[in-house]
């Protein structure tokens, strides 16, 4: 069984601060990394897609992908009210055109004003 | 603007019916999928399809079957509904490549059997 790790939270910071979310995951093959985000009673929306080693950066979002490692980690800089939610990640470690999607459980993220 | 509809918001059925949900996608996408959300047990795969009449089994298939006649449309079936199928049902598609793609999600339908 191939897993995608979470810390469930709630992770609880300041507002202004940087939320930092966490992702491990099992299958070293694993070549697509997904962060949704999904606010309570609603469906998930994608946050940041990332594909290969080292840091990508949209906006306040930044998600850094470590193979070596295993890991994947969104970043949330000038953290808002408006980002408390629940945060997923999301591996395909089914290869390029393949499809085994594996969702985390989710990291509950709560900026207090 | 993308959408993905599902029927129904909310659903109550009871133990034994057979129950249709139906997604419906206007961005012309290859792909959809069912997923069902648990509270502790995250989002699950059920089934997914990757073209028209063309489905494939996701990680809890057991007491579900899908249909796929139309691009646009994937519905899913339960078959005799159980009280442990009660649960939030969320369809998603994406445009291919399978996996490697942004999955747009519907509204979800909280179905409850009794």
């Known amino acids: 069984q191939k897993e995608v790790e979470q810390n469930s939270g709630p992770l609880s910071v300041p507002e202004g601060a940087i939320a930092s979310l966490n992702c491990t995951y099992s299958d070293r093959g694993s070549q697509s990394f997904f962060w949704y985000r999904q606010y309570s009673g609603k469906s998930p929306e994608l946050i940041m897609s990332?594909?290969?080693?080292g840091d990508k950066e949209d906006g306040r979002f930044t998600a850094q992908l470590n193979k070596a490692s295993q890991y994947v980690s969104l970043l949330i800089r000038d953290s808002q009210p408006s980002d408390s939610a629940t945060y997923l990640c999301?591996?395909?470690?089914?290869?390029?055109?393949?499809?085994?999607?594996?969702f985390g459980k989710g990291t509950k993220l709560s900026v207090i004003p | 603007d993308v959408k993905v509809t599902q029927s129904s918001r909310y659903l109550v059925k009871r133990t034994g019916e057979k129950v249709f949900l139906e997604c419906v996608q206007d961005m012309d996408h290859e792909n959809m999928f069912w997923y069902r959300q648990d509270p502790g047990l995250g989002l699950r795969l059920i089934y997914f399809?990757?073209?028209?009449?063309?489905?494939e089994k996701g990680d809890i298939p057991e007491g579900y079957s899908v249909s796929r006649e139309k691009k646009e449309r994937f519905s899913l079936i339960l078959e005799s509904a159980s009280t442990n199928q009660t649960s939030m049902y969320l369809c998603?598609?994406?445009?291919?490549?399978?996996?490697?793609?942004?999955?747009?999600f519907g509204p979800g339908t909280r179905l409850t059997v009794l």
């Open positions: 990332i594909y290969s080693n």
């Open positions: 998603a598609s994406s445009p291919p490549p399978l996996g490697d793609n942004e999955q747009f």
């Open positions: 999301a591996v395909n470690t089914g290869g390029a055109g393949s499809y085994q999607l594996t």
């Open positions: 399809s990757y073209d028209v009449k063309m489905k």
